[in-house]
């Protein structure tokens, strides 16, 4: 072999040779950095450091992400693993600040203290003011009903609404008493009697309906014996008792 092909020979034996030996280092390098990641990893979750994460450079370990209150264990815990040779520390997060209770009270509404407020009840009258605004009432509209019958007509059931009305303002102990009238008719005293009891009876029932205690009410039917002045039986009358 030629001189001049020798000595072109000997540098490339050279390269190859330094080129083997570089990957051989370099794959040694990252061997290396994936076992000490490996057990660094397992010794932070051992120790209960989430949260961050460490890559090597060789040796040399780099944590990210650790808490402020956190990073100082998790380097030291990595510097504990065999083989790390240095630790530091990047991007650590603040440690959050709790907000101060405050010292106020949380505001409340005010307790509602005053009493349920209700209706306010009609003044009560004397028996003879009563009687008066009720004679009023009946002179105005009487309480009416179709002929032959205890059915209350339109205007007589309006007039006995009215009647109810005033007797919320009765006096204490005051009883109304409703006298019940019909015209003479074919049927007989008898016949008159029930006829005009049915109507006393059938205005109680409105009264009643419209919240006068039944015990304040006492119907009474008088047949034909008392004949109306207006030449109009087929009526009732109200006593306040």
């Known amino acids: 072999m030629s001189a001049a092909r020798l000595a072109w020979l000997v540098p490339l034996a050279l390269l190859v040779s330094?080129?083997?030996?570089?990957?051989?280092?370099?794959?040694?390098?990252?061997?290396?950095?994936?076992?000490?990641?490996a057990r660094s990893d397992a010794a932070l979750a051992s120790a209960g450091l989430g949260g961050g994460s460490v890559t090597f450079d060789g040796r040399d370990a780099e944590l990210r992400g650790f808490g402020a209150d956190t990073a100082e264990r998790a380097a030291a815990?990595?510097?504990g693993v065999d083989g790390v040779r240095t630790v530091s520390t990047q991007d650590v997060a603040p440690t959050p600040v709790p907000a101060a209770p405050s010292s106020a009270p949380p505001s409340a509404a005010p307790p509602n203290t005053a009493p349920p407020s209700?209706?306010?009840?009609?003044?009560?009258?004397?028996?003879?003011?009563?009687q008066s605004r009720i004679d009023d009432a009946l002179a105005a509209d009487p309480i009416t009903f179709e002929p032959d019958t205890a059915?209350?007509?339109?205007?007589?059931?309006r007039t006995a609404e009215r009647i109810a009305e005033l007797a919320a303002s009765a006096p204490t102990g005051a009883r109304?008493?409703?006298?019940?009238?019909?015209?003479?008719?074919?049927?007989?005293?008898?016949?008159?009697?029930?006829?005009?009891?049915?109507r006393a009876q059938a205005v109680v029932e409105v009264l009643t309906g419209a919240g006068v205690p039944a015990d304040k009410l006492v119907a009474k039917g008088f047949g034909d014996s008392r004949p109306s002045t207006k030449g109009d039986d087929r009526r009732v009358e109200v006593e306040v008792r």
């Open 77 to 79: 815990t990595v510097r």
């Open 18 to 37: 330094g080129a083997l030996a570089l990957l051989a280092t370099w794959q040694r390098a990252d061997g290396i950095e994936a076992d000490l990641g």
């Open 176 to 198: 109304l008493e409703i006298d019940g009238h019909v015209a003479k008719g074919p049927g007989g005293k008898s016949a008159a009697r029930k006829l005009s009891q049915e």
């Open 151 to 157: 059915e209350l007509t339109g205007e007589g059931k």
């Open 118 to 130: 209700s209706p306010p009840s009609q003044p009560r009258l004397t028996k003879e003011a009563l």
